[in-house]
């Protein structure tokens, strides 16, 4: 199964072989891993990594969650919804596993409102840094585990921050329960969002604390926050 997703991956993202190598060998988890086969190929396919969303600057705030990346669909089998199913598939098994949230980054502006359709909601603007192996090893930027192939690929460009407003990442609630639980135990029962009658994204913008004063009453009292996704991007 192995080569058929490394070939998929090639096919539709074309990333440079060093980059593409340092991928496999750090973010790979066959576990990890939904497709869809059709006729015994896979066609689609997207990586569910697992990580940590932290809801506020708390140290008991972190909500288990999973990250979307390597989201695709083979050329010759496009317009037929098998993406459709890999994400539902993908939000079922992140519940299952007891996950909190989904977590994703939309490759292009349009793909925003094809994300908004399964319920994710933006969460998190753009703020772009670039740092070298010694930032990383610091801590400066929170990695998944085993970076290091992935920090000498990139131990290109001194660090810099250039930071706007632009919509970024896109975040769902995958576990209303569970999650229920964790914000009545962090900001009190005013914080349950069971039976709250709002959509999810609304919930989910209102969980994670991003932009709540646009929210409707009660979210807009909830405690405003400014997530982060923390990802390594090229130079």
């Avoid at 015994?40 to 999973?66: D, W, Y």
């Avoid at 772009?128 to 131990?155: F, V």
């Avoid at 639980?181 to 914080?191: N, T």
Wanted: hydrophobic share 35%; glycine share 6%; aromatic share 12%.
């Amino acid at each position: 199964m192995y080569s058929e997703i490394r070939d998929l991956y090639h096919l539709c993202f074309n990333d440079d072989e060093e980059y593409e190598n340092a991928f496999f060998d750090t973010v790979y988890n066959p576990d990890d891993v939904v497709i869809k086969r059709v006729s015994g190929k896979i066609v689609a396919m997207t990586f569910c990594t697992p990580c940590q969303l932290c809801l506020r600057e708390h140290p008991q705030s972190t909500a288990p969650a999973f990250y979307i990346n390597s989201f695709c669909t083979h050329p010759d089998y496009r317009g037929r919804g098998y993406a459709a199913e890999i994400m539902q598939e993908a939000l079922s098994r992140g519940e299952q596993r007891g996950d909190m949230f989904a977590l994703l980054i939309p490759a292009t502006p349009s793909l925003f409102d094809y994300y908004a359709r399964f319920g994710f909601a933006t969460c998190f603007d753009r703020d772009e840094r670039q740092a070298t192996t010694a930032h990383l090893k610091r801590g400066c930027i929170a990695s998944m585990p085993r970076w290091d192939a992935l920090r000498k690929a990139y131990n290109k460009a001194p660090a810099h921050c250039n930071t706007c407003s632009t919509q970024y990442g896109m975040a769902r609630i995958v576990n209303i329960g569970e999650l229920d639980k964790r914000m009545i135990a962090l900001f009190g029962e005013s914080c349950s969002i069971v039976n709250s009658g709002h959509s999810i994204p609304q919930l989910t913008q209102a969980c994670v604390g991003y932009q709540v004063e646009t929210l409707p009453p009660p979210l807009n009292t909830f405690p405003k926050a400014q997530p982060a996704l923390h990802t390594m991007l090229s130079d």
